[in-house]
């Protein structure tokens, strides 16, 4: 509803992990709808939950100055669902609640910044009548018709960084390194950082790996007088047989029909998620037995989602927050505002949801890789 001066009063929430120019978003878009386009904004706390729970912060030029260079959100965030949302112990389906803070609080739409999980929500409250747009934020890359993502640069360079450093200790220690990088069931920070710091193996959950082939690769390297060599592994990676365990369990879930055979296969698949977590330290094991070259691991974790953002990523955020203000002005709503070339471009939400953009396996990067001659663990 638009408020009695006319003026449109938007929502707008950061849900899902935190990434790298997540303020840099909220700034664009606010700047643009409050300063270009005479919006009012108000803030949800804490994603989805805040937004069920109706907790929110005025957003104004105040609020929105000073964050551009800010790590994290300032608007805090959460992994909820909103259909299937903890509350009191219980799951619950809190999409009605939504739509009645919704009208209460006047909105006239609602901006969802973030990725795969966040883009289910705003195709979930747009079906039950909201005015949505997201914008994609991950560090993962795994966005579905967008170029990009926001989070994804930064990332990146960070983990570009830490490769270039553990470098140092593997040549002089005569040692493997193996490092593990994030990026969910996507391959693409491990593959971008592999290549832009040089790692001599990059191993992707698009390719599941052949440890005897990874130790071949060692091992020649070692015979060419390189007796160090440095691995970046994603968090998804696996070893051929661990990859047809998950894609069994997955195809069991995907099958599973009554709420029975859905819970079992549920538990099988974490089960086997469980059970693979440790599996960067166990390949570790596996090429020091083969190689005799001694192994270490480090693991990045969430040093890649913090700090401040990069200029790529403070650039593209700006552009799809401006971009999302021009189409809240238009009432183009139920789409994700998608990086394309240098432009932008408004996607339908339902040809995003659901979906998670994988490295092709014949994409440029990957050849690059192999011409290189870096092991893929094929
Ligand atoms: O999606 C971003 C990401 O950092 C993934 O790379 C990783 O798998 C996941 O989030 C970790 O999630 P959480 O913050 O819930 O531990």
Redesign the pocket.
């Known amino acids: 509803m638009t408020t009695p001066s006319g003026t449109k009063r938007i929502g707008i929430l950061t849900a899902?992990?935190d990434s790298p120019g997540l303020n840099a978003a909220i700034r664009g878009f606010g700047k643009a709808a409050i300063g270009h386009y005479g919006m009012e904004l108000i803030g949800f706390r804490d994603g989805i939950r805040g937004l069920v729970q109706n907790r929110y912060t005025v957003l104004d030029g105040k609020a929105l100055s000073g964050i551009l260079t800010i790590g994290g959100t300032i608007l805090s965030t959460s992994?909820d669902k909103v259909h299937r949302m903890v509350v009191d112990g219980e799951l619950r389906d809190m999409r009605a609640q939504v739509v009645e803070n919704y009208e209460k609080e006047g909105l006239d739409g609602l901006v969802l910044l973030g990725?795969g999980g966040t883009a289910k929500n705003a195709m979930r409250l747009a079906e039950a009548g909201l005015n949505v747009i997201t914008l994609p934020k991950?560090?993962?890359n795994d966005i579905a018709c967008t170029d990009t993502t926001f989070g994804f640069a930064t990332a990146m360079e960070i983990a570009t960084e830490a490769i270039d450093r553990l470098h140092s200790t593997a040549h002089s220690h005569h040692r493997i390194i193996l490092t593990e990088i994030?990026?969910?069931r996507a391959g693409w920070l491990t593959l971008g950082a592999g290549i832009a710091g040089g790692a001599d193996i990059i191993l992707l959950p698009e390719i599941p790996y052949s440890v005897e082939a990874v130790a071949e690769t060692i091992k020649a390297r070692t015979s060419r007088g390189s007796n160090f060599s440095v691995v970046a592994v994603a968090?998804g990676a696996r070893d051929r047989s661990d990859a047809a365990d998950y894609e069994a369990a997955l195809l069991l879930v995907k099958a599973a029909k009554t709420p029975e055979a859905i819970r079992a296969a549920k538990t099988h698949l974490a089960h086997v998620e469980d059970s693979q977590r440790e599996h960067t330290f166990k390949l570790a094991r596996e090429l020091e037995a083969a190689t005799g070259l001694e192994s270490r691991v480090t693991i990045l974790g969430y040093v890649q989602?913090g700090g401040t953002p990069c200029a790529a990523d403070r650039l593209l955020a700006t552009r799809l927050g401006t971009a999302a203000a021009d189409a809240v002005a238009h009432s183009e709503f139920g789409v994700m505002v998608a990086a394309r070339g240098e432009n932008t471009e408004l996607v339908p939400l339902g040809e995003v949801a659901g979906k998670v953009k994988l490295v092709p396996l014949y994409h440029e990067w990957i050849e690059a890789a192999r011409k290189l001659g870096t092991g893929l663990g094929e």
């Open positions: 899902g992990g992994r990725g991950t560090i993962d994030m990026g969910h968090e989602r």
